[in-house]
C-alpha cells in the first residue's frame, strides 16, 4: 500500500551559507532521500548566512536519521534544531476553563460570587429549570471516554486518550461555542460507566460518548439513553454515521447514480460500520451487506436488517464499499471494481489509499480525512442543546446529513469541516429537526433560523 499521504511531520531549522546554490542543494538532498517539503520560513537573513525553517514530512524516525545524515554532508549548511510541532503544539494541553465575566473589582465579586450568587441558587432552587439560563449547564457537553478504542490506535487507555478528548473539546468551543469537558473513566466495566455518567450528568446539557469500543458502547448508549433525561451521542456510531451518509449523497450525485439503488457493503461492523448499515436502512430502505472479524458482530448487522456477507463478495459486487475494519491495506489495487465508489475510512491508516483505489479503477475515492466526524457533531450538539431537546433521533441525525450534503459547494464531496456556514447549517436543521420530533424543550422562532451567529445564543 502507498502511504505517501501519511506521513510525520518535522521541523529542520537550517543555517546556509549565502553561497548561490546552497537552498538548491539543500532541497535536492531531501527530496532524494524521500522526503517531501512542506512550507519553507525565513527566520533570519543575514549578511553571511540564512536562518530557515523546512517543514519535512517522512515516513519514521529513521527515515528523519537518515535524512540528517544526509543533509549533514553538505558543508554550507548546519542543522540547528530538529522540532515535533505537534508536541509543540500539545504543551499543557489545548483546553482551559475561562471566566466569561472578568472580575475586576470587590463590587463584582459580590454579584459572581458572595453574597450575590445565592440568589441566583434560590432561583434555581424554586425553580430548577433556570439552570439552563443562569448557569454553563445548557451550554455543556461532557466527552466521556474509557480510552478502548482511540483513533485506529486501539485500548490504549483514558489518559493516553486525553488529546484527543482536549481536540474535540477545543473544536466544540470554536465552532459551535460549546463548553465540552473531557471526562476520562479508569473502568472499562459497563456498569461502572454508567452509573457514573448518571452521577455526573446534572452538570451537563449533553453527554459524548467519545472511542468506547464495542460491542460495550451499544449497551451503554441504550442505557444512558433510557436512564437520561438529556441527549446522548456516541460519535463514533451517530457522528461517522451522519456524515457517511452526506458523503454518500453528494458522491451518487458526483458519479450519476442513485444511493436508494446502490447496492452497499461494509466492511467492518464495529461501532462505525453498524450505525452506518444503520442510517443507510433507514434512509434507502435497502439492506447492506456486511462482513467482520467476528460472527457475533456479524449477527448484530443481521438483527439490525443487515445481509451477512463475505469480503470477496463485498470487494466483487458492491457499487459502493464502505470500509471501517482498522485494517490498514486490506484493500489491494486488484481487488477494486471499475466504477466502485470506496470510503476507506479507519485512521490514521486506510484500507487501501484514495489515489490508488482511483488508480485502480474507482470512480470516486476518500479516506478518513476527508468523511470526517467534526462535519457532524458541533453543530449537531449546538442545535440540539438550543432547542433543549431531551435526546436524539434518527430524524434529528438525518437532519444533518441533509444539512452537511446541502451545504456542499458545487462539485465537492463534502464542505471544509472549518466552515461555519456548514455548521451553522446543521445546526438550524438539527433544532428544526428537534422542533418537528417533539424532543424539543424549548420552542425556537424564525428570529432564530434566520441568525447566522452560532457562538452566542441568540436570546442572550
Not at 3 to 32: D, E
Request: aromatic share 4%; net charge neutral; charged share 20%.
Amino acid at each position: 500500500m502507498d502511504n505517501a499521504n501519511y506521513k510525520i511531520a518535522r521541523t529542520l531549522r537550517c543555517k546556509n551559507a549565502n553561497v548561490p546554490g546552497t537552498l538548491g542543494k539543500l532541497t535536492t538532498t531531501i527530496g532524494r532521500v524521500g522526503v517531501d517539503i512542506g512550507n519553507v520560513t525565513t527566520v533570519h537573513l543575514g549578511q553571511h548566512y540564512t536562518v530557515r525553517d523546512v517543514e519535512v514530512l517522512l515516513d519514521s524516525e529513521k527515515h528523519l536519521k537518515h535524512l540528517i545524515d544526509e543533509v549533514s554532508k553538505i558543508k554550507e549548511v548546519i542543522v540547528l534544531e530538529v522540532r515535533d510541532e505537534v508536541l509543540d503544539l500539545h504543551k499543557n494541553g489545548k483546553i482551559k476553563m475561562v471566566s466569561t465575566v472578568p472580575i475586576t473589582s470587590v463590587d463584582v465579586l459580590r454579584r459572581v460570587y458572595t453574597p450575590g450568587v445565592a440568589e441566583v441558587c434560590n432561583l434555581i432552587l424554586d425553580r430548577p429549570s433556570n439552570k439552563d439560563t443562569y448557569t454553563s449547564i445548557a451550554y455543556s457537553v461532557a466527552i466521556v471516554t474509557d480510552g478502548t478504542a482511540i483513533l485506529g490506535l486501539g485500548n490504549i487507555g483514558p489518559l493516553a486518550g486525553m488529546p484527543v478528548m482536549e481536540g474535540k473539546a477545543a473544536l466544540l468551543q470554536q465552532l459551535v461555542g460549546i463548553s465540552g469537558i473531557p471526562i476520562l473513566l479508569d473502568t472499562t466495566d459497563p456498569d461502572k460507566i454508567v452509573e457514573t455518567v448518571k452521577c455526573i450528568a446534572p452538570t451537563f446539557g449533553g453527554i459524548h460518548l467519545e472511542d468506547i469500543a464495542s460491542p460495550r458502547c451499544f449497551l451503554i448508549q441504550d442505557r444512558l439513553e433510557n436512564e437520561l433525561n438529556i441527549p446522548v451521542m456516541h460519535d463514533d456510531q451517530q457522528g461517522t454515521a451522519v456524515v457517511v451518509l452526506a458523503a454518500l449523497i453528494n458522491a451518487c450525485k458526483l458519479t450519476n447514480r442513485t444511493l436508494q439503488e446502490a447496492k452497499i457493503g461494509n466492511i467492518g461492523l464495529g461501532a462505525a460500520g453498524l450505525s452506518i448499515g444503520k442510517f443507510l436502512l433507514r434512509y434507502t430502505g435497502n439492506p447492506t451487506l456486511g462482513v467482520a472479524k467476528t460472527e457475533a458482530t456479524v449477527r448484530r448487522h443481521v438483527e439490525q436488517g443487515g445481509i451477512p456477507s463475505s469480503f470477496d463478495e463485498i470487494m466483487k459486487t458492491a457499487d459502493i464499499v464502505i470500509a471501517t475494519s482498522g485494517v490498514k491495506g486490506l484493500i489491494q489495487p486488484g481487488m477494486v471494481k471499475k466504477g466502485q465508489i470506496i470510503f476507506a475510512l479507519s485512521n490514521p491508516y486506510p484500507e487501501i489509499a484514495p489515489e490508488l483505489a482511483r488508480a485502480s479503477g474507482a470512480a470516486l475515492a476518500v479516506d478518513g480525512r476527508t468523511v470526517n466526524n467534526l462535519l457532524g457533531y458541533p453543530g449537531i450538539w449546538r442545535g440540539a442543546l438550543d432547542a433543549l431537546a431531551n435526546k436524539l433521533t434518527y430524524e434529528i441525525y438525518k437532519a444533518a446529513a441533509l444539512a452537511i450534503a446541502g451545504a456542499t459547494t458545487e462539485g465537492e464531496l463534502i464542505p471544509n469541516p472549518l466552515d461555519p456556514k456548514a455548521h451553522l447549517a446543521v445546526t438550524h436543521g438539527v433544532a428544526r429537526a428537534a422542533m418537528n420530533s417533539g424532543v424539543a424543550q424549548r420552542p425556537l422562532d424564525d428570529d432564530y433560523f434566520e441568525n447566522t451567529n452560532i457562538k452566542v445564543p441568540p436570546w442572550v
